[in-house]
């Protein structure tokens, strides 16, 4: 098993940027591939990001693409998600999750779930 926990999130203006942090904790991190999601009241878990074991390959959403980066450091067992250009229609809380499998935009290719970090966006 491996336990998340994201950090970073909190109220940025229009334009901002904001780093967000996905500690893991337990089996060997990097054999997951992680994600991050995102998710507002009252709609579903929204796909942002996606990296695979090594980091060698990448994936993102289409609203997010250009602005947004992931990336992850095996020696510390963390992930990051570097956000820049942030719109209000980013505001969420975020999520990152680790997959057994090869990550990718579904949410049910992953395992483990962080508790979640708040990102509101002021315009």
């Known amino acids: 098993q491996v336990q998340l926990v994201e950090s970073g999130g909190g109220l940025v203006q229009a334009g901002g940027s904001l780093r967000l942090s996905c500690a893991a904790s337990g089996r060997t991190f990097s054999s997951y591939g992680m994600g991050w999601f995102r998710q507002t009241p009252g709609k579903e878990r929204e796909f942002v990001a996606a990296?695979?074991?090594?980091?060698?390959?990448?994936y993102y959403a289409d609203s997010v693409k250009g602005r947004f980066t992931i990336s992850r450091d095996n020696a510390k067992n963390t992930a990051y998600l570097q956000m820049n250009s942030l719109q209000p229609a980013d505001t969420a809380v975020y999520y990152c999750?680790?997959?057994?499998?090869?990550?990718?935009?579904?949410?049910?290719?992953?395992?483990?779930w962080g508790q979640g970090t708040q990102v509101p966006v002021s315009s």
């Open positions: 990296i695979t074991w090594q980091g060698a390959t990448t």
């Open positions: 999750a680790a997959s057994i499998r090869r990550p990718g935009p579904a949410w049910y290719l992953y395992q483990y």
